[in-house]
Structures are given as C-alpha cells and as structure tokens.
C-alpha cells in the first residue's frame, strides 16, 4: 500500500485481531501507563507524561505493521510524524532503525537531528548524528556533534568517551582529515586539567593512524604533561618506540616511574623483544612476575627468552608456571600460549637428549594450525636420533590445509636439511621452488645462504645482487654480502659500505653491528672492532658473536677473557659452525 494519510483514519477503536500486535508497541508507553515497581534496592522513578493517547498509539502500531510488510518508506512518514507530534524519544529512535534498516542514511540522519532539535540535552540523539555523519563520509560537518558528545557525557564517563572517538572514525578513510577535525572539536578539553590527558591520548592516536608519528609523539608528551600519573599518553609512547625516535621511551620510562599496570608492563617487554633487546626485556618480565605471579602471559615470555639464551632451568620453571595459569586464560589465547609452552618445553628436553620428553610435549598439541611447527620439531628430533629421511618424510606428510602450508613445508624441509648439513640437498630443493617463484625475495635469500656454504661464492653474491635491486630495503641481504666479503678478507671498503647500509635499516641489530665489528677487524682497526663487538654481544649473547668478539681478544693478547668469551659461545651453542671452526684454526682446546 502507499502512504496513507492519517486523517481519513481518524480516531479509531482498535480491533480485536491487532490486540496481540498491539504488544509489539507496548515498550514506547508503558512508562507512562503502568511503571514497573522500582527493585527495592532502588529509588523510584520519577513519572513522565506521555502524549501517546489513542490515535497515536493507532498510528505507531500502523506503522510497525507497514515496516514489517516491507514498505519502510511509508513506515518512516508514519513513524516520525508520530514523533514529532509526541516528541517521544523512543519514537525518534525507532524511526532512525527504520531508515537504516532499509539503508536510507539521509533520511535517517533528517531523523536523528529532528529527535536532536527535539531534546537538545539527549547523548543518544547526538551520538545517532556525529555516527550517521560519519557513516555517510560527510567528516567535515562531525566537528559540532562530537563537540557536543564530550560536553554531554557526564564527568566520570569523558574519558571513556573520549577514548572512544578513534573507534567512531575508524572506517574514514582520510586519515588526516580526521586527526584535524578531531583536534578542532577537541580543543577545549585540550587545555582543560580533567580531561587534558585522555583528550591529548586521542589526538595522538589519531595522528599516529594519519602517518603523523612526530605529531602524535607531540601529542602523548603533551598529554603527560597535563597528568604524569595518566596511562593513556604512555601507551601511545610505546606504540611509537622505535630506535630513530628516542622521545618516546623517555615519555614510556616516565610511566615505568609510577607503579603501572602489569599489561603496559607486559607490552613494554613485547616491544623491547622486537628490537632484539632481550636483556632489558628478560629483567622487565623477572619483575613483572615477581610482583604479579599470576600473570600468565609474563612467565610464557619469559620463559621463550630464558630459553632464547639457554637458560634451560629457569625456561623450563617459567614455562611450566605458564601451563598452571593457562586454564584460566580466553580460549583463542590459551591455545595460541600452550603450543608455544609444548613447543619450548620439546626444545628444552631435546637439548638435554630426552628425546621421548621432547615428543611426548609435542603430542599434547592439538591446535591444527600448529601441526606444521610441531611436525618440524618431531622431524628435527627424529634427524638427531639419525633418522633424517624419516623426518623428511614426516613433514612431507602434512596436510594441505591452507595455501601457505606447502610452501610452510618446504621452508621446513629445506632448515632440517641445513641443519643435519645437507647443503646439496638444501640447496637443489629451494632451488627448484626459486624457479617456480622468480621474485620470491625469501626463496633468494635462501638459497644465496646456501650457495655459499656449497662454495658457490659467485652465485650467491649473484643472487644477493638481484634481491637488493629486486627490493632496495632487504637489510639482510646487504649484510649477508657486506659480512661474505669481510670474512673472506676481500674488498673491504665495499664490505663496509654494504654493512653501514643495512644499519641505516636496522640500527640495533647485534648481528649487524656483529658483522660491522668484523669488518674494522679484518681492516685493521682492532680497538673499534673490540667495542663494536663488545657492544652486541652485551645486546644479544650468541656463539657468532662470541667467535668474533673471542677472536678480536686474543689477537689482542687478552687470551683469558677470549677464552672466557669463547667458552660462553659453546654453552649458547655448542654447534655453532663458527664458533667451531674458529678454535680449530686458532689451535685453541677449552
């Protein structure tokens, strides 16, 4: 039917049959003709009159029944006008459900606004328009009604409602368009001590999603300033951390200063891990779980790291704490926690030659997404018993659950082989996947990897060469050629333009700065190699570095403190290639 108009209608008496539909409305009067008895624990409240005689009711229920007969246009004219002539906030907001749900966004932002012009003081009408403003990309009218939303929120609900705005934007697309609208809208809370902090949170992350890193550093200093003891400015701080932008940690070590809570924390530790600084983030996650024990996430961690540094006692301990605490963990993130437990614990008995151990933790996996992990580890368990075809086979077998399992399974076959020292085979398995995939950046690395240790030094600088005009910011292949030429004491100047190169990429890197130490090694400047050695080896202690550092020190005549070194390196990795070879050309017996 098309629209009707009321007024032939008139007053009517409702019949019999729209009785039981007449239920579906109740929710709109029923404050104002029958209130429900107030719980005895609260006061009562107070009564509102309704306009909602009769004829109105008459007309609410026509158009419920309208919008269910799939005409919302002629519900909508029913519904509103009702509104209007009601001024009924429950009708105002029914009417909007009814445009969006024939996905009618302009007429249901006219709607929102006519309950806005109607309650002035209504959070909800306003938040309805700043949503559909947004919703329908017209950003640059959203300054008012989000000014609004602020203003109307009581004092204990603006910081929660200023948290909020990044959600509300975060289907916009121009970024920057937002951060500035956002900040005009905010510019009272800005300045004003109670609100000062989350406001200045907001406008940081804001500017961090609009590729504004220096703004948002701006933003969570400024946000610090106005409460020091205010969580938000710092969380921002850490999502900036990053070696070129030192400002951010200071404001991130001003937080540490004040008790915070374990999860900032926890996220402090996660960031320091992903710039390889593993000793500062060990000493965070020691404190954390001395002063919250039930922290769960902390010991699966910490232990990853004890293990990580062949802390095999303390690993195992911090791990096995984590497998109590895990029953009371989320589901998805107790799944995620346990492989990773099973598989640090199978690591650890396999160092120790428990090769049942090791399987048995690995059986008690059951996450299928996982298998290719666990798979890879039984394989590598069953290559160490000599039984390296077996294990070949064993991940060969894996299912073919999602695209990336097979090469997943390939990536796993090729490591096994490389660390039972099978180069040869390595290498002809990547190879032939190389030529299937061309420009596979990963594929070429690996395989220039592998070239080199089948001797086939021309061919990997060759490939190393195409992945760096292939993709000019791989730092590793400019470190990989950069350390090749200086270990093989050739073309210095070059090998230490190539490293200095993949500083500039990844500054921190103890395994580059272990190669540049090299390289002033194999040129001659020995006091500058043995600080720059010096240096990654207190960043990451590895077998490598301990080769090289060990090697500096006793050519320096500091022949205990290399043994020292060298002997550390052995309980790292008592397999390390270079480390072994390096005492066997050295003459050296520990």
Partial sequence: MGVLSLDYYGPMPIQRPLLMLLASTWCFCANAQAPAAPSPEAPPKPLRNSALNSEILYQVLLGEITARNGEPGAAYSLMLDAARKTNEPDLYQRTVEIALQSRSGEPALQAARAWKLAHPSSRDANRYVLQLLIALNRLAETTDPLKADIQLASNDQKAAALASVPRLYARATDRKLVASIVEQALAEFLSATATGAPAWTTV???????????????????????????????????????????????LVKVHLSRNPRPDFLLGYARVLVDFQRNAEATRQLERLTTDHPTLAEAWLLLGTLQSQDVQTTGAESSLKRYLELAPALPRQERERGLTEAYLGLSRIAEKKKDYPLAQAWLDRIENAQDLVAARTQRASILARQGRLEEGRQLIRSIPDKTPGSARMKLMAEVQLLRENKRYQAAYDLLNEAAARSPGDSEYLYDLAMLAEKIGSLGEMERLLRQLIAAKPDYHHAYNALGYSLADRNVRLPEARQLVLKALEFAPDDPFIRDSLGWVEFRMGNQAEALRILEEAYKARPDAEIAAHLGEVLWVAGRRERARAIWKEGLLLNPENETLTETLKRLRVSL
């Fill in 204 to 250: 940081g992350r804001l500017r961090l999603a609009a590729a504004d890193p220096a703004g948002a550093l701006e933003a969570a200093r400024r946000g610090q300033t106005m409460d020091p003891a205010a969580e938000g400015p710092a969380v921002v701080a850490l999502e900036l951390m990053d070696p070129k932008r030192p400002g951010a940690e200071e």
